[in-house]
């Protein structure tokens, strides 16, 4: 299981600098089709997303992003839409705090 981050150059550049090998540079007009293709690699367990792309995301590819339990998408940025409590317990179905 791998960590993919998606998104602008300089975003994915840091995700590089520390390791992460799945990463996917990004302009706004390719930004879905290569979420997409993240979405559907068996090898990533957790996509990183900044949160100001992910708004820019269609509405149906949001809510894909949502619902789906693998990988486990993190949106790191200023603000985030759920808690990684939330996102862990959506994953495994156990919520590991209580």
């Not at 799945?22 to 367990?45: I, N, Y």
């Amino acid at each position: 299981m791998e960590i993919a981050a998606v998104g602008r150059d300089d975003f994915v550049q840091g995700f590089k600098l520390v390791g992460v090998r799945k990463t996917a540079s990004a302009t706004k007009e390719d930004l879905e089709a290569k979420v997409a293709r993240m979405l559907e690699d068996p090898a990533v367990g957790i996509l990183v997303l900044d949160t100001g792309d992910v708004q820019r995301l269609s509405h149906a590819m949001r809510r894909r992003l949502e619902t789906v339990a693998r990988p486990v998408v993190i949106a790191v940025g200023s603000t985030e839409s759920e808690d990684l409590r939330t996102k862990i317990r959506r994953a495994i179905g156990v919520d590991l705090f209580k």
